[in-house]
Nanobody, 123 residues
Framework: QVQLVESGGGLVQAGGSLRLSCAAS????????MGWFRQAPGKEREFVAA????????FYADSVKGRFTISRDNAKNTVYLQMNSLKPEDTALYYC????????????????WGQGTQVTVSS
């Protein structure tokens, strides 16, 4: 069982930056692939970024490639999402998620979810 708590969301102007963090409970964080997803009002939850358990494989949605960076610190049981050059269309509730072992880019592929942190980008 893994419990996830996101933080770092907020209100930022277009072009600004935010760094999201996701702290995980448990002693086996290093066995889990981690993902970031987002959901805007009236839209389906969508993939943003994912990182393998050891950090060697990373994937991004085309819409954030070159602007967002996912990373993890297994010693701190934490995964991060650095978001630069933010756009109004990045406004959403951002969730982190965990699944055992193999990294995945689909919503249904993840077993554990946090409550989300709101990111709002003003134009």
């Amino acid at each position: 069982q893994v419990q996830l708590v996101e933080s770092g969301g907020g209100l930022v102007q277009a072009g600004g930056s935010l760094r999201l963090s996701c702290a995980a409970s448990g002693r086996t964080f290093g066995n889990y692939a981690m993902g970031w997803f987002r959901q805007a009002p009236g839209k389906e939850r969508e993939f943003v970024a994912a990182i393998s358990s050891g950090g060697g494989s990373i994937f991004y949605a085309d819409s954030v490639k070159g602007r967002f960076t996912i990373s993890r610190d297994n010693a701190k049981n934490t995964v991060y999402l650095q978001m630069n050059s933010l756009k109004p269309e990045d406004t959403a509730l951002y969730y982190c998620a965990a699944r055992r072992l193999v990294v995945d880019t689909t919503v249904v592929g993840y077993d554990y979810w946090g409550q989300g942190t709101q990111v709002t980008v003003s134009s």
